[in-house]
């Protein structure tokens, strides 16, 4: 086993596939695992560690620069290569689309036209009751519109009454958390 205090006096080899490396990063964050790969361009390595799943692992790329007490141990044995996991198409495409929804809904969060102050008041409704911008006013629980300045409710023809006073009361006390009149 080879210990060093600074990464630079390690060379390629010392981070090898297969190798066994521990160390701490530039800001001090302790790392380990199997060496998965290296690029001694970059100074990149991907490191490999047994997940918390049963038959799973975990991956971590570490920028080489700057690590301390690095430790390399070469492998007992000549490492094999190993046969890439098996992606489930499936499941890939419904992680993709959960994931591309979620990026949706976030984006339509984002008011466009509005200040920074309309979006924080948006943001902190938001916490409590379901909203949507339309154009530059929010609209809650598709019963309540709130328009520039943000400072009075207005329902919705045939809303109900009671959800403009709630949302009246909830932008009230979000606007005095905010610091806003």
């Known amino acids: 086993q080879q210990s060093t205090s600074r990464l630079k006096t390690m060379g390629a080899p010392d981070w090898a596939i297969g190798h066994t490396v521990s160390g701490a990063t530039s800001t001090g964050e302790a790392f380990g695992g199997v060496v998965y790969t290296y690029d001694p ?11 918390d799943i049963t038959n799973t692992h975990d991956v971590f790329v570490v920028n ?13 044995s000549s490492p094999t290569t190993e046969a890439l996991p098996v992606v ?4 890939s495409q419904r992680r993709l689309e959960a994931n591309v929804k979620a990026a949706q809904t976030s984006a339509a969060n984002i008011g466009v036209g509005v200040t920074r102050t309309a979006q924080d008041i948006f943001d902190a409704l938001a916490k409590t009751l379901p909203c949507q911008w339309q154009g530059t006013a929010i609209n809650v629980m598709d019963e309540v ?9 207005q329902g919705v023809p045939n809303g109900d009454l009671r959800a403009v006073e709630r949302v009246q009361k909830v932008l009230a006390n979000e606007k005095a958390k905010l610091g806003l009149k």
């Open 41 to 51: 361009g970059t100074g990149v390595c991907v490191l490999r560690t047994e997940g």
């Open 64 to 76: 080489t620069a700057g690590c301390s007490d690095v430790r390399s141990k070469a492998p007992s």
């Open 88 to 91: 489930d198409p499936a499941r």
């Open 145 to 153: 519109t709130i328009a520039a300045p943000y400072a009075v409710c």
